[in-house]
């Protein structure tokens, strides 16, 4: 049962374009959604993450947005640079789950991104 | 300051071994988290440890599969009987707490054979 999903397995760009990757998840009891980026042979590394209470999170090139009565996410990369080239992975968490506080992440598949130059 | 980190970095290892991997999460980080990721695959969740204890181990495989976390800090992650389709990539994460953001080691690709 995928419970995040990424339906893309890539997206190609042209350098200083818009990049738009798509998450979708089922659960409504996730409340925290993070996009982590992840170059080959390294652990994934944390890049902008938004909460149920918000529909929008912007840090610097990346925009996150959040449509809950869609169970939809999106990041978007503007403008994209060829150092974005990655695998792009969107995960979710229930602030609480069984009376406890805690963060298991739920993640989807990836997507991979290329940015030419 | 130092991440976390994982080793062996890359393990070989053949059918019906056992095996150990290992954890240093960032220094004071209270949560921590194994994942794996198999070919094509995302994240799986494996165990979340606070401090030493267990709260949640329900991605854990199979009972081949054991962690331990020691004096809050190293983990390790024992895989016994290593079969095929264990081979994937794991990842260790840790936190300052629960609610804060995952910071995840490189990772160690086991491969069994």
């Known amino acids: 049962d995928q419970q995040v999903k990424q339906n893309s397995p890539s997206l190609s760009v042209q350098e200083g374009r818009i990049s738009i990757l798509n998450c979708d998840y089922t659960?409504?009891?996730?409340?925290?959604f993070l996009w982590y980026k992840k170059y080959p042979a390294e652990g994934p590394t944390f890049l902008i993450s938004?909460?149920?209470?918000?529909d929008k999170n912007e840090d610097g090139r990346f925009t996150v947005f959040l449509n809950k009565s869609a169970k939809h996410l999106s990041l978007h990369i503007v403008p994209s640079q060829p150092g974005d080239s990655a695998v792009y992975f969107c995960?979710?968490?229930?602030?609480?789950?069984?009376?406890?506080?805690?963060?298991?992440?739920?993640f989807g598949q990836g997507t991979i991104l290329t940015v030419h130059p | 300051g130092a991440g976390v980190s994982q080793s062996p970095s890359n393990k070989v290892t053949e059918k019906g071994k056992d095996v150990e991997l290992r954890c240093d999460p960032i220094?004071?980080?209270?949560?921590l988290y194994w994942y794996r990721q198999s070919l094509g695959q995302g994240l799986e969740f494996l165990i979340y440890f606070q401090g030493n204890s267990a709260p949640d181990k329900s991605g854990l495989p199979s009972d081949r599969f054991s962690a331990e976390r020691t004096g809050g800090s190293v983990s390790t992650l024992t895989i016994q009987r290593t079969q095929q389709e264990d081979s994937a990539v794991y990842l260790c994460?840790?936190?300052?707490?629960?609610?804060?953001?995952?910071?995840f080691g490189p990772g160690t690709r086991l491969l069994v054979l």
């Open positions: 995960a979710a968490s229930e602030s609480y789950a069984g009376g406890t506080s805690y963060g298991k992440l739920t």
């Open positions: 994460a840790s936190s300052l707490d629960p609610q804060e953001t995952q910071y």
């Open positions: 938004i909460s149920s209470i918000k």
């Open positions: 659960n409504s009891m996730f409340d925290y």
């Open positions: 220094s004071g980080h209270t949560a």
